[in-house]
């Protein structure tokens, strides 16, 4: 099996993905974005650190290291155009990414992919490389969902997939009917964050809990490049927030740590739950 | 003419209506919801004060007055229903309500207007007790969106609508096909400024404007319950948010203080604009 290229953006995803790929026998080349990495973990593997706009030197680094297929995961900061660092490969795909990325954050992950496919790479989804942090089907800690629940989770998945048609954003918080909270590009965690600061009237509270969070793969979105994904601290933020559960497309979405992330709902009350997609 | 009785909620627009309808002539009755209306004006008509749960308190009150016509305006908080405070009229119309309030907001804000017309009262829409508030076409100041800012306007009013069809909320803000923000239960307000929280690369500054605000009626909503609405303040939190400007549909949304609204987005460099429904 070849080398695989993980090419890191932020957040706790590309290196769950590196270790659970190390950890399966794979040998695992990463690929540090500058800016948009979370510091520090790279080094635990061979890798190279490039700035976005030198997608040159990534691929020589990816070549060099025998890497056959590659995965782009973690979150990756829209750059500023005018700040790029470029390399020679940069400049020539550049109109190409700010046309891409006018068109939404999807377009340009895409467009990114396709840059290293064209170099005869093959992309894979996370659930291909790291099968380990996909989301099965049912409760992943000890508590379910009850009635109350089920109907907000049905009325959140309505929202999430109504704005990830238009390429919004991939998680909703709903509340007994009510939509408590959308995520655009503020991302998850800060709307989550805000759920806490609405009128209590309207929401649960870490003592008596209401209302659940989804997130889910927006229909625009490739599973290769951006699934929706969770850890344990999305856990801690839920409960801060008051909510009571969170739900996941099972198979379409990813769990970082998921006996911690179990533990954790449990030990602060709340469901984990992946239902069919 | 019969007396308009005006049910005020919070916010500036209940006041602008009464006041617009006095200086068009007409009587104006106000009922005052304790805990939703901004303080202070009622005093400045013949008004009462009535708890959301004291329905036949308000309907006695307005019969008294001489109101044929009514009309609800401004933002009625969610009640805890257990701490509501309840008259005769309201513990028979509690089920029902409750009801309503498990469907969202809007079909709670039908079923209240819908009480007072099954007691004979006409229920007006905004803009036909107040037609000077109502958005017209084309700009209001001095300034017009660019290419880009149409494009975000189309853009927006896709996700708005989208939004609206599922209950979430009124107000979605773009920047060049960037989705910044979307509202839900939090207010306009609150999603204005947490635009200024977005990475700068992301958005728009006081200085060099980028990204829209779109407002627009819910597909769900009735007109003559929840209007979107813009004022002076709305002006300054988008300019603070560093948009450049603000767009409404003609006939479909209101602007309190025309004039005012004109003069402060011309002072700040916003265009408001209101476009064909």
Known sequence: MSVLGVIAGGG????AVAQSAREAGREVFVVALKGSITEGWAEDFPH???????????LKALTKAGAGDILLA???DRPKFNELKLDAKGV???PRVVAAARQGDDALLRMLVGLFEAEGF???SVA???PGLVCGEGPLGRLTPNDDHRHDIASAFRIVKALGALDVGQAAAVCEGLALAVEAAEGTDAMIARIATLREALRGTPDKKRGVLVKALKPTQDAKTDMPVIGVQT???AAAAGLAGIALEAGKSLIVGKQA???EADRLGLFIMGVPA
């Open 122 to 124: 093959r992309a894979l």
């Open 235 to 237: 856990v801690k933020n």
């Open 12 to 15: 706790d995803l590309p290196r």
């Open 48 to 58: 190279e650190s490039v700035f976005l706009g030198e997608p040159g030197k990534a």
């Open 92 to 94: 020539m795909v550049l």
């Open 261 to 263: 992330v179990a533990a």
């Open 74 to 76: 973690g979150r990756v």
């Open 128 to 130: 291909e490389a790291a």
